[in-house]
């Protein structure tokens, strides 16, 4: 019997029996339709209105009103994507089968985990774009800070939120945090120069509601700042997906004992029962 209870989410409703053969929880988002196999987030209390920008959040939002209690019921509470997964050993073969994936992917936490109490993803380094890239962004805040130049340790999180989500944004939302994260979460963007990617995280359900008590209020009080009007550009629209993505890491890195294991990258669209 499994101690996890896996959701993976997706926009496609043709991935339905897809990932029920994975032993995971479908979760639908965005517009499509869905049948009733499909945990929803526009149901009951929700933001799904938000959804293109806070991505998975909305599904989160809604665990957080609606699902909690089904949660606790599990010791283990997971979030994959259709073409994101979760396995114990990298590996860098692309060329699965549907049957080779499954039993690939993550199903069980094994009992030598069972210490921890969170898994999230391999660190993913943000000062290790082509130097163009940056110059492209912004050749501005280069020209302004040399360092940059030659001093991959200065690209920090703040340096690559600020190139690619809006010079100054970072600032504004942290200043919105409650005062007992506020200064630790500015240190942890000005001094780190990875963070744990894609929105996704496992943990002992004890500890879902306490990470929702500190970010839904947060990302909420960042919409009196961003609003959703002039959003304008992937970098902006998801503004609140890529402020809670960076928080998840600072968050769970602080508050829990975490191991972390690699995303495998395979979009199930592609592959046959």
């Avoid at 029920?20 to 499909?38: A, I, Q, R, T």
């Avoid at 509601?209 to 970098?235: A, M, T, V």
Wanted: with cysteine; hydrophobic share 35%.
């Amino acid at each position: 019997m499994t101690n996890l209870r896996m959701h993976c989410l997706t926009l496609n409703p043709e991935h339905l029996e897809k990932i029920k053969k994975l032993d995971y929880l479908p979760v639908g988002l965005g517009n499509n339709s869905f049948n009733k196999e499909w945990l929803r987030d526009n149901t009951e209390k929700n933001i799904s209105i938000k959804n293109e920008n806070y991505g998975e959040y909305t599904f989160h939002y809604w665990i957080w009103k609606n699902n909690l209690q089904s949660v606790k019921n599990s010791q283990w509470v997971g979030f994959c994507q259709y073409r994101k997964f979760w396995i114990e050993k990298k590996i860098k073969n692309d060329n699965f089968t549907f049957d080779e994936l499954n039993k690939l992917v993550l199903k069980k936490i094994p009992e030598k985990y069972s210490e921890y109490e969170s898994i999230i993803g391999e660190p993913f380094y943000v000062n290790q774009f082509r130097f163009s890239k940056f110059v492209k962004r912004n050749l501005k805040k280069m020209i302004l800070s040399p360092s940059l130049f030659f001093n991959k340790k200065k690209r920090t999180l703040k340096f690559h939120f600020d190139m690619w989500h809006g010079d100054g944004n970072l600032n504004k939302a942290i200043k919105l945090l409650d005062k007992n994260d506020r200064s630790d979460f500015d240190d942890f963007m000005n001094t780190n120069i990875s963070f744990n990617p894609h929105n996704m995280f496992i943990c002992k359900s004890e500890i879902l509601h306490r990470y929702y008590e500190s970010i839904f209020p947060w990302l909420e009080r960042c919409e009196s700042e961003f609003g959703f009007d002039n959003l304008k550009g992937f970098g902006l629209k998801r503004i609140y997906g890529f402020l809670a993505e960076r928080y998840l890491s600072y968050w769970f890195q602080k508050n829990t004992k975490y191991l972390t294991l690699p995303i495998y990258f395979k979009d199930i669209t592609s592959l046959n029962l």
